[in-house]
């Protein structure tokens, strides 16, 4: 599976930004998610879509400011981010695996990654 993430660019707070992520090629994954490292941090855990997209799942640092959402027909992932803040300010990358329930937050459940797309808000 080969993922291509793009939307990135440079904000002001309160904007908002589409983040995509394009899957081709064949693999056995479940669930497509993104994360986010800023400099000199851990990737963390942002929200993901699995199976068809029914079920998504947020970081509470996130919620109701973020959507994640599947175009199966498309076979792309979207991140909706409204109300942005600073300190949302990081590198984006797009996972795909087949995470278990203990994993679905964490990098080491997903086995493929998109190269990331930066986004940077300012204040």
């Known amino acids: 599976v080969q993922l291509q993430a793009s939307g990135g660019g440079l904000v002001q707070a309160g904007g908002s930004l589409r983040l995509s992520c394009a899957a081709s090629?064949?693999?056995?994954?479940?669930?497509t998610g993104w994360f986010r490292q800023a400099p000199g941090k851990e990737r963390e855990f942002v929200a993901n879509?699995?199976?068809?997209?029914?079920?998504?799942y947020y970081a509470d640092s996130v919620k109701g400011r973020f959507t994640v959402s599947r175009d199966n027909a498309k076979n792309t992932v979207n991140l909706q981010m409204n109300d942005l803040k600073p300190e949302d300010t990081a590198v984006y990358y797009c996972?795909?695996?087949?995470?278990?329930?203990?994993?679905?937050?964490?990098?080491?459940?997903?086995?493929?990654w998109g190269q990331g797309t930066l986004v940077t808000v300012s204040s």
């Open positions: 996972g795909a695996g087949r995470p278990i329930l203990s994993t679905i937050s964490r990098p080491l459940g997903y086995s493929h």
């Open positions: 090629g064949s693999g056995r994954t479940t669930t």
């Open positions: 879509a699995a199976g068809l997209g029914k079920r998504t």
